[in-house]
């Protein structure tokens, strides 16, 4: 069956610190991945998805950037962080029809 | 753009009873799926049930059910048979069959609360 894991669960971040965090999806191959942030209380915000290695899509201009580097391997990253980018970040696989969630990163910038 | 609306941001029911969520979208498409996530406390997004548009029976899974209206745009979801355990963000979600790389579509969310 397939997994999708993400790390780290909880981060505390200063400002202007860089960020990686990191998605993996195992048994399966050639996924759908999505990366997600949801403030508190509030709905999905999609940042990123990808339909295969190197292939990244971005639907919000922002501090944030994704890779894909291996097949079921979806990371993201910031350079320097905000206060603004703190929340809770959820990756997604999607095999034909539904998705499936990982169960996400706290992130809080201090 | 497809757009998915949540009229009720909370709603509340008394354990062991019946409480429908509902959701409404807009589409010009014709061939789609429909979804209902459940997210509790721990933020575990977890799938609920899905609908396909050409379907006209509506999907059950055990105390879930919807009722999938397509020419009204409205997809709600039921829960029987109320337990504590259902208590959690509700989100109804919206995905194009055209194009199985592209986004989802997600409403805003009903927090339902159960009452012991």
């Known amino acids: 069956s397939q997994t999708i894991h993400q790390w780290p669960a909880t981060l505390v971040q200063p400002v202007g610190s860089p960020l990686s965090l990191e998605c993996t999806v195992e048994?399966?191959?050639?996924?759908?991945l999505y990366w997600y942030r949801q403030a508190a209380g509030r709905g999905l915000q999609l940042l990123f998805y990808?339909?295969?290695?190197?292939?990244i899509s971005s639907e919000v201009p922002q501090n944030l950037s994704a890779s894909r580097p291996q097949d079921r391997q979806f990371i993201l990253s910031s350079k320097k962080l905000l206060l603004s980018d703190s929340g809770f970040y959820l990756c997604?696989?999607?095999?034909?029809?539904?998705?499936?969630f990982g169960p996400g990163t706290r992130l809080t910038v201090t | 753009a497809q757009t998915v609306t949540q009229s009720q941001p909370e709603m509340s029911v008394q354990e062991a009873e019946t409480v429908t969520l509902s959701c409404t979208y807009d589409?010009?498409?014709?061939?789609?799926?429909l979804f209902w996530y459940k997210q509790p406390p721990s933020r575990q997004m977890i799938l609920v049930i899905r609908q396909e548009a050409y379907k006209q029976q509506n999907a059950t899974e055990n105390r879930f059910s919807v009722n999938f209206q397509k020419a009204a745009k409205s997809f709600s979801l039921k829960i029987s048979d109320s337990q504590l355990g259902d208590a959690a963000m509700y989100f109804c979600a919206y995905r194009s069959a055209n194009n199985y790389g592209q986004n989802f579509v997600f409403g805003p969310g009903t927090r339902l609360s159960v009452l012991p």
């Open positions: 589409t010009s498409e014709s061939d789609y799926y």
């Open positions: 048994g399966t191959s050639n996924p759908n």
């Open positions: 990808s339909v295969g290695i190197g292939q």
């Open positions: 997604a696989w999607s095999p034909i029809y539904e998705q499936y």
